[in-house]
């Protein structure tokens, strides 16, 4: 009867404060990382500019990786996966679901996260929606789509076999003069950089995970090799620093109007601003590290939430800016935004102990991202919530009314009019109050 009396107070507790996974298990993680450069006869295009006109990348300044961190509590396994990729288009997530079905993963355990970098494979070169021969856009190449898939989908599965016992901790430190607005001259930007710490139990570094806000734009249309931009040179520096075997990643925030400010005295070449810039932003991240302490148990969250999308419709002024370098007209796009552009998208959100990675699936305006971030704090208590950008599937700039009416570039490539930006937030805040009432594998 005491023992009764004791499970059914235990269970009382956990209903009053809706957080059934409270009590955490052991904690286990495992990490890979697989190169997803494609060799130079597959003639992959480099992605983000329409003045490339699907040339083929002419050699490699810089390897680009896929790293996959898998977390378990011992009933229920994340896999947080970053990319030095442009974007994902909307087939791609599923499509390595596909390979892992019968691994036991969902669309709900997996968050694909791509840096935006804009020296790497052009996203709709992975795309099989897309069958129009657009060059600015770019071709799709079904070589190039199944190598990438079957990437993902070994970055993941290899992390998964390897999980061992960890210590994990998250931290945030507000940095000024690395980011600006590239819209509004003294407009708002995000300038916090959070970080997560993974450790094996017996202290030895296995994962660092950083976010921070700024389109990976160094190199322009000019620049033909493939490389991760400064979050390449991040990752690899604060591997360095760190040592041990530590596998370093990066995953962008709000960055739609977001630029890097170039560090002073890092020459004129485009390769060096970006190498300084991901160098210098390492050391930062490396001492934040260091201050970072980690625990052995916190609870392990996550959630996807479905999001009914907006009409799919272009900006009225779409042929001023982004339409006319990326080849579009509107007898193309009647028939592209039906064939290319879903009608209903997802935020998969992440919660693990402080951290929480809201993902956002296309390039959120920092207004929106900010909004977001200080709601997510509000709602789970958690002191390190994060955008995590362009995740899972490139829909397009994602802007609030007043960036929508206003009609810039970013607009001209937002397909699902003035009101998406709601759209996005509402749903992904409703994916965040699902955290606390997630139970059970």
């Known amino acids: 009867m005491q023992r009764k009396f004791i499970a059914a107070g235990l269970a009382c507790t956990l209903l009053i404060f809706g957080r059934a996974t409270t009590i955490a298990g052991e904690l286990k993680a495992g990490v890979a990382v697989v190169d997803l450069t494609p060799p130079l006869e597959l003639k992959s295009p480099l992605g983000g500019y329409g003045a490339r006109m699907n040339r083929p990348a002419e050699g490699v300044h810089d390897r680009i990786f896929a790293k996959a961190l898998v977390i378990s509590d011992g009933q229920r396994k994340f896999a947080l996966v970053t990319a030095d990729m442009l974007g994902f288009p909307p087939p791609v997530k599923s499509a390595v679901l596909d390979k892992l079905v019968s691994k036991g993963w969902s669309a709900e355990q997996v968050l694909l996260l791509p840096s935006h970098s804009h020296t790497s494979i052009e996203t709709n ?32 599965d290899e992390a998964g076999r390897r999980l061992v016992p960890v210590k994990v901790g998250s931290s945030s430190i507000e940095i000024a003069g690395w980011n600006r607005n590239r819209r ?65 990643m990066y995953a962008n925030g709000a960055e739609g109007d977001q630029a890097p400010i170039g560090r002073p005295n890092s020459g004129e070449s485009r390769w060096e601003k970006a190498e300084r810039y991901g160098r210098d932003l390492a050391v930062v991240a490396w001492h934040q590290w260091e201050k970072t302490p980690t625990v ?17 419709i272009w900006h009225p002024n779409f042929k001023a800016t982004g339409g006319t370098e990326y080849g579009l007209t509107e007898e193309l796009l009647k028939d592209m935004l039906p064939q290319m552009f879903p009608t209903r998208t997802a935020s998969v959100a992440l919660q693990l102990g402080d951290l929480v990675v809201i993902g956002i699936p296309g ?23 994060i955008i995590g950008g362009l995740a899972d599937e490139w829909l397009s700039y994602i802007l609030t009314l007043e960036q929508y009416t206003l009609g810039q570039y970013e607009a001209s490539v937002s397909f699902y009019g003035p009101k998406l930006g709601d759209t996005i937030v509402d749903g992904a805040l409703a994916g965040v109050r699902k955290l606390n009432a997630k139970s059970g594998p």
């Open 125 to 156: 070169a992975i795309n099989p929606l897309n069958i129009y021969k657009v060059p600015q856009i770019g071709i799709h190449n079904p070589q190039l789509y199944e190598l990438t898939v079957s990437n993902l989908a070994r970055v993941i």
């Open 296 to 312: 052995a148990s916190v609870p392990l969250r996550f959630h996807r939430q479905e999001i009914t999308l907006p009409e799919r």
């Open 184 to 248: 509004l001259p003294n407009g708002p930007v995000d300038p916090e950089l959070t970080l997560l710490r993974v450790d094996t139990t017996d202290g030895k570094p296995l994962a660092v995970f950083v976010n921070w806000t700024a389109h990976p734009t160094f190199m322009n249309e000019h620049d033909m090799l493939f490389s991760g931009d400064w979050p390449g040179h991040l990752q690899r520096t604060l591997e360095t620093l760190i040592g041990e075997g530590v596998t370093a």
């Open 363 to 385: 390039e959120l305006g920092v207004q929106l991202g900010l909004k977001i971030k200080e709601q997510a704090k509000e709602i789970t208590g958690a002191a390190h919530p």
